[in-house]
T-cell receptor, first 112, second 113 residues
Framework: DAEITQSPRHKITETGRQVTLACHQTWNHNNMFWYRQDLGHGLRLIHYSYGVQDTNKGEVSDGYSVSRSNTEDLPLTLESAASSQTSVYFC???????????FGPGTRLTVT | AQTVTQSQPEMSVQEAETVTLSCTYDTSESNYYLFWYKQPPSRQMILVIRQEAYKQQNATENRFSVNFQKAAKSFSLKISDSQLGDTAMYFCAFISGNTPLVFGKGTRLSVIA
């Protein structure tokens, strides 16, 4: 069955380190998204992509970057992790812009 | 910019009863989609129901139904015959054209036995 996976599921890192969270989907969806979820804020969009080589900034993109070299993957990089980036991160994909998104299981990141 | 507001941070309901979760949104677009997502303690985001703005008929999915009032920009979720497994965070979301989903801050629903 097609699916969307995230790795790692849990990560603890130190302030200042570079961290990359992986997202892989097997639906062949063009659209992929990264969100962070924090108590009291719901889900906030970090970056998104509508196809290979396309990336766009979301609401809370500072300190994060993404690159899209193929359809299946959209890795999220924290260039220099900060304690404010402790959060749960969700990846999602959709077949068509404007349609429902399917979410991965999430990655809990703790920056100490 | 589009915004989505869920005014009820927490709600509770007795098992087998009916509960309604509120959602309002703000947009100048005429064509858009609205969604309700459920996030149980497992953290997985699950699509509950979808409504196309151009459809007057309210969407239903088994025990879940919506009351879509386009003029009032209101999109409430009704859960009938509540079950313990309905305990979760519920997020209302909006999308229009080529823009990403915009989420509300969520409503935490507890179903009490």
């Amino acid at each position: 069955d097609a699916e969307i996976t995230q790795s790692p599921r849990h990560k603890i890192t130190e302030t200042g380190r570079q961290v990359t969270l992986a997202c892989h989907q097997t639906w062949n969806h063009n659209n992929m998204f990264w969100y962070r979820q924090d108590l009291g804020h719901g889900l906030r969009l970090i970056h998104y992509s509508y196809g290979v080589q396309d990336t766009n900034k979301g609401e809370v993109s500072d300190g994060y970057s993404v690159s899209r070299s193929n359809t299946e993957d959209l890795p999220l990089t924290l260039e220099s992790a900060a304690s404010s980036q402790t959060s749960v991160y969700f990846c999602a994909s959709s077949e068509v812009a404007g349609w429902e998104q399917y979410f991965g299981p999430g990655t809990r990141l703790t920056v100490t | 910019a589009q915004t989505v507001t869920q005014s009820q941070p927490e709600m509770s309901v007795q098992e087998a009863e009916t509960v309604t979760l509120s959602c309002t949104y703000d947009t100048s677009e005429s064509n858009y989609y609205l969604f309700w997502y459920k996030q149980p303690p497992s953290r997985q985001m699950i699509l509950v129901i979808r409504q196309e703005a151009y459809k007057q008929q309210n969407a239903t999915e088994n025990r879940f139904s919506v009351n879509f009032q386009k003029a009032a920009k209101s999109f409430s979720l009704k859960i009938s015959d509540s079950q313990l497994g309905d305990t979760a965070m519920y997020f209302c979301a909006f999308i229009s054209g080529n823009t990403p989903l915009v989420f509300g801050k969520g409503t935490r629903l507890s179903v009490i036995a």
